[in-house]
């Protein structure tokens, strides 16, 4: 019923800036959460910044002072900054919304390198 549209990924040097988008198509939802995930080849899922609908954040402490996650309604952005290697991942998008549950995104890819 609820489909995530990603979008924002790609290739960025190292120093580089990106900003990722995920919106909830077709109407406003009542959305208690929102949150961005990350998955880099041979590794596990982390997560890497969340928002609440009270306007509480979390950051990995991993990208604390470079990644800035926001909201407006239906979407969620992620405000990458000085992006590093290390950095490079499928990045996807989750939200939890208010009497349907969680839903996820199918991920993009950002790769950083010169």
């Known amino acids: 019923q609820v489909q995530l549209v990603e979008s924002g990924g790609g290739l960025v040097q190292p120093g580089g800036s990106l900003r990722l988008s995920c919106a909830a198509s077709g109407t406003i939802f009542n959305i208690y959460a929102m949150g961005w995930y990350r998955r880099a080849e041979g590794k596990t899922r982390e997560t890497v910044a969340r928002?609440?609908?009270?306007?509480t954040t979390y950051y990995a402490d991993s990208v604390k002072g470079r990644f800035t996650i926001s909201r407006d309604n239906n979407t969620v952005y992620l405000q990458m900054n000085s992006l590093k290697p290390e950095d490079t991942a499928v990045y996807y998008c989750?939200?939890?919304?208010?009497?349907?549950?969680?839903?996820w995104g199918k991920g993009v890819l950002v790769t950083v390198s010169s």
């Open positions: 928002i609440i609908s009270d306007g």
């Open positions: 989750r939200m939890n919304i208010a009497t349907l549950g969680d839903y």
